[in-house]
């Protein structure tokens, strides 16, 4: 496994995973390869580590750092956090909406970053907020670039449907009208790797009576424009 022996057989092949996710997000056959122990042991210590948080699952249903890892680190500097500062803030400064930058966590997103609207009646979704996967546009973006079988397991009780995302991926952008809240309207697009792979979901959110009842054909040029600045940003 090319890692320093403790003697404690768990904490080595646990360190050997984590090892191994951060230098790649890794599917389970791609951990056991990498990491060289038995399928069930490798599937076993993941999830326990998943449990904790120190594991995670991305849009593809593969193992990546958990949230946990910085945590224990003194919170370090997260870079997707950190690019999406500025540009959040020309988000909001550009459509005069509250924007947010979303992340899966399982079957729910997260609320990593967010540029508030400084005055009027606007949408707070506090950093740190935890929603779920079925519903807002939000959650439309973080499934329709998810794995199949995640697909399939939002949609039993999702909001939206299978065609719904399809047309989301063509487009590039998601919309809601009162889908998650009621009165709340929303748009958002994905945040891509220079692989292609699904960071997370920027989005802006307000009033229906502001952003209107087809929200997408006023913003989502605007939202896809970020997405890009921040992934190249981020490469």
């Known amino acids: 496994m090319g890692q320093p022996s403790s003697g404690i057989g768990v904490v080595d092949k646990s360190v050997a995973i984590l090892a191994a996710v951060a230098a790649a997000p890794r599917a389970l056959a791609e951990l056991v390869e990498a990491t060289a122990l038995p399928r069930a042991t490798a599937h076993r210590l993941a999830v326990a580590l998943e449990t904790h948080r120190l594991l995670a699952r991305d849009g593809e249903g593969r193992f990546v750092l958990g949230p946990r890892v910085g945590e224990l680190a003194g919170a370090l500097p997260d870079p997707l956090v950190t690019a999406a500062g500025p540009v959040l803030a020309w988000v909001r400064d550009e459509c005069g909406e509250s924007a947010q930058l979303y992340r899966r966590d399982g079957a729910e997103r997260v609320c990593v970053a967010a540029a508030e609207r400084t005055h009027g009646l606007r949408t707070t979704v506090p950093v740190g907020s935890r929603l779920p996967l079925t519903a807002g546009s939000g959650a439309q973006v973080l499934c329709a670039w998810s794995d199949p079988a995640t697909i399939a397991a939002m949609l039993r009780d999702a909001e939206f449907s299978d065609r719904a995302l399809a047309e989301v991926r063509r487009r ?29 979901a920027i989005s802006i959110s307000g009033p229906i009576e502001r952003l209107g009842r087809s929200p997408g054909a006023r913003f989502g040029p605007l939202l896809v424009t970020a997405a890009r600045r921040l992934s190249t940003t981020l490469r």
């Not at 919309?175 to 960071?199: F, K, M, T």
């Open 172 to 200: 590039g952008w998601a919309q809601s009208v009162g889908q998650r809240e009621a009165g709340v309207a929303s748009v958002s697009a994905p945040v891509l790797s220079g692989a292609g792979d699904l960071l997370a």
